[in-house]
């Protein structure tokens, strides 16, 4: 499933949540995500999400969009981080 | 699907904050350890032990070629799956002559079938390469490994012949490497060698030993069981991408170096490996598992079939192209 996550945390938590996002996404910009996931590893992204924050206080949005051919990305101004395996 | 990771700029792997961070002179890139099954070193790329230590730990092998696009080696994680019986069983068949005659006969007759299907393909586009097809159907495939072997050179002969009568501009004179002398060999060297290690880290993820091989010879310093696997893929994978990047024109005489020999420069590099990539994740049905599998993955179950075949549960029959 391909995953898009934008989160909107308490300051003292957003580097966490970066940190951990890091390891299974490609980061897009401040505070979006983007990139493909498996079944077992989007349960633990999630479980991972949920033990870092505060439900009461954070919000996290993810977007399952499924597939990569779902959607059309169109950037205007600079694009900061291209997903990119090849460098 | 993980996917894996090229470098063909010059930089340094690092760990940090449980991942993997590219650093090089434009920046730093943050890279998703869980999104990666392999790192292909074409640059000139340092690995910091902490770098090292993770990517062991998780089990993603590192490539590493020199300048010219030759294997050079691999950082290679503690083999994970481990069993003993399969290891005996696959040296066995190997130290038998006739048992790994069978096998090796399958896998020259792979080759040949897939071939010939690529050569019917341009055939059929009205690319005049008739007199090579015959040429190759002739071979008949048997005796022991040498006579094998030497029907598998005349198969892989004609075909390199008929890529005059393919490729649109370039030449193919004969094949040559160390260093090749003509674009389309440097090609080839280049599309072979990442083959190569497609292969061996999909042997990885199973219980075959990468150096008892059965085609090749088992020589040291080398994982020659990818030599095998890879051989019966050649003509899907990496000729069918050359034959697009050359008569497309995605490649050109500005993607070469013209040095001692000729060689990719880093720009037609990357326009390979995309190639190369995106027709690795290609996926087709499979009739006997019933569901899409990638080229990558038909890799996988070569191995399978090759595990099934020395523990006596199936014999072992090359892939060959259905479609």
New interface residues.
């Given amino acids: 499933m391909y995953l898009l996550i934008v989160y909107d945390v308490d300051v003292n938590r957003v580097n966490k949540v970066n940190?951990f996002l890091?390891?299974?996404?490609?980061?897009r910009q401040n505070s979006v995500f983007e990139?493909?996931?498996?079944i077992s590893?989007f349960k633990k992204l999630k479980s991972g999400l949920k033990d870092i924050t505060n439900e009461d206080k954070d919000s996290i949005l993810i977007y399952n969009l499924k597939d990569r051919k779902n959607f059309k990305l169109e950037v205007i101004g600079i694009e900061k981080?291209p997903i990119e395996?090849?460098? | 699907m993980k996917d894996p990771l090229y470098i063909t700029s010059h930089g340094i792997l690092q760990r940090k904050g449980n991942t993997l961070y590219f650093v090089n002179e434009e920046g730093k890139k943050a890279l998703p350890i869980n999104r990666i099954n392999e790192i292909n070193c074409y640059g000139k790329v340092s690995l910091k032990s902490g770098a090292s230590s993770l990517l062991m730990k998780e089990g993603i092998p590192v490539n590493f070629f020199n300048m010219y696009g030759y294997y050079e080696g691999s950082l290679y994680p503690r083999v994970q799956l481990n069993s003993g019986l399969v290891v005996v069983q696959q040296s066995q068949h190997y130290s038998d002559p006739e048992k790994r005659a069978v096998i090796a006969a399958e896998i020259v007759e792979g080759i040949k079938n897939n071939i010939l299907k690529t050569l019917r393909y341009y055939l059929k586009k009205g690319k005049d390469v008739e007199p090579y097809i015959q040429d190759i159907e002739k071979e008949v495939i048997k005796g022991d490994v040498a006579q094998i072997m030497s029907n598998e050179g005349r198969i892989w002969h004609s075909y390199y012949q008929s890529f005059n009568k393919i490729l649109k501009n370039f030449e193919m004179d004969k094949r040559e490497i160390r260093p090749p002398t003509t674009e389309i060999n440097a090609l080839i060297s280049f599309g072979n060698s990442l083959l190569y290690v497609s292969a061996l880290s999909e042997i990885y993820h199973t219980y075959l030993h990468p150096s008892v091989s059965y085609l090749h010879e088992p020589a040291e310093r080398r994982f020659s069981l990818a030599l095998d696997i890879a051989d019966i893929f050649k003509p899907v994978i990496v000729e069918r991408v050359i034959f697009k990047l050359v008569n497309n024109n995605m490649l050109t005489e500005k993607d070469f170096n013209h040095d001692v020999g000729v060689l990719l420069n880093e720009k037609g590099k990357r326009i390979f490996l995309k190639e190369y990539q995106a027709k690795l994740e290609t996926t087709i049905k499979h009739p006997e598992i019933k569901r899409k599998v990638s080229y990558k993955y038909l890799m996988r179950l070569e191995c399978y079939k090759l595990i099934k075949h020395v523990l006596g549960d199936k014999e072992y029959r090359s892939f060959r192209m259905w479609w």
């Avoid at chain 1, 990139?35 to 498996?38: P, T």
């Fill in positions: 940190k890091k390891m299974y996404l490609h980061w990139g493909e996931v498996s590893q981080n395996l090849i460098l």
